[in-house]
């Protein structure tokens, strides 16, 4: 049974720094299978793409909101995934989520097989 549990999360002021964890459990990283991703939902708005990275690591994009602030990494040796979130924003609070997907991949949460239950950031003004 595939399992992600995001950790990490909590309160921080505007300009603090916050790095959330993504371990997975029932899959593993080392075969280089699984691309990995960060979306966030905000009250009351959709959940949107946040960062990607590639199943080696090599290669990780973002939207446009967090390029500069926010990277994305990972290890496969503990099969985790990283986000190390710098100048935080109010409007990035959030909770957010980890997501999984097998072979390849994608800003578009369609794409992504598991998920996490989420952790909560909230960056106060």
């Known amino acids: 049974q595939v399992q992600l549990i995001e950790s990490g999360g909590g309160l921080v002021q505007a300009g603090g720094s916050l790095r959330l964890s993504c371990a997975a459990s029932?899959?593993?990283?080392?075969?280089?299978?699984?691309?990995m991703a960060w979306f966030r939902q905000a009250p009351g708005k959709e959940r949107e793409f946040v960062a990607a990275?590639?199943?080696?690591?090599?290669?990780?994009y973002y939207t446009d909101s967090v390029k500069g602030r926010f990277t994305i990494s990972r290890d496969n040796a503990k099969n985790t995934v990283f986000l190390q979130m710098n100048s935080l924003k109010p409007e990035d609070t959030a909770v957010y989520y980890c997501?999984?997907?097998?072979?390849?991949?994608?800003?578009?949460?369609?794409?992504?097989?598991?998920w996490g239950r989420g952790t909560q950031v909230i960056v106060s003004a």
């Open positions: 029932g899959l593993t990283f080392s075969n280089f299978d699984f691309g």
């Open positions: 997501a999984a997907k097998y072979l390849g991949s994608s800003s578009s949460q369609n794409d992504y097989s598991y």
């Open positions: 990275i590639t199943r080696s690591g090599g290669y990780s």
